[in-house]
């Protein structure tokens, strides 16, 4: 059973783990699947049709839609053009039925309004690092969490429910498999039941096919 890395900026094979590599529009793909958005970071830089030419032009690796979101401390967009931009994303999400990575920074008091009007999609909020309170709020959406070594809240990671949750390695060069151990480690639990556990929330989303590709 692989490991899953739901996120991640390192373009490296590793057979143990299936990688959901964040693609920018213009850079050579990766052997990895891969999803593919505009950081709020690099918002004025790219448009959103050169995401759905990429999402087109490989539907099978391209597995899902992001990263996008919000960055309250740092876009060159305004609030309100970030939410136009993530609005963009969200309805190719429902045109080509991908899930939605999301990268949110200062945005927790506005996703819920915004995700309320696309109730068929699938989110992950990657690198989540929010309190307990946001779960609760979000509770009647699809959305997923994923852990990386720089969250901050071990009490959030200790109680999510197992059926959500994500591990990533985001930019770092740490080995998934550390990230799996670390957060085995806070939920007091073992590693290979939370490495089943998430290979199943994967499939949940994924569906059966995509682990036998990889
Ligand atoms: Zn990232």
Avoid at 162 to 181: G, H, K, L, M, Q
Wanted: net charge negative.
């Amino acid at each position: 059973m692989h490991f899953i890395d739901i996120h991640t900026h390192i373009n490296q094979q590793n057979a143990d783990a299936i990688r959901i590599y964040n693609l920018i529009p213009g850079e050579n793909l990766p052997e990895s699947f891969f999803s593919v958005g505009i950081h709020p970071w690099h918002a004025n830089k790219y448009t959103i049709d050169q995401v759905e030419e990429i999402i087109k032009a490989h539907p099978d690796k391209c597995i899902a839609i992001g990263e996008c979101g919000f960055d309250l401390l740092r876009s060159p967009l305004s609030q309100f053009e970030q939410e136009e931009l993530l609005h963009a994303h969200f309805k190719l999400a429902q045109k080509y039925k991908k899930p939605v990575i999301l990268h949110l920074v200062r945005a927790s008091h506005i996703i819920g309004r915004i995700i309320k009007e696309y109730p068929d999609l699938t989110y992950i909020w990657h690198g989540f690092t929010g309190k307990i309170d946001i779960i609760h709020q979000l509770k009647d959406n699809d959305m997923y969490y994923s852990f990386g070594l720089s969250a901050k809240n071990e009490y959030v990671w200790e109680h999510i429910d197992e059926e959500r949750i994500f591990c990533e390695t985001d930019d770092r060069n740490d080995a998934i498999s550390t990230v799996y151990e670390k957060l085995a480690e806070i939920r007091n639990t073992d590693a290979d039941l939370l490495k089943k556990q998430i290979y199943l929330n994967f499939k949940n989303i994924f569906g059966d096919g995509l682990a036998r590709q990889d």
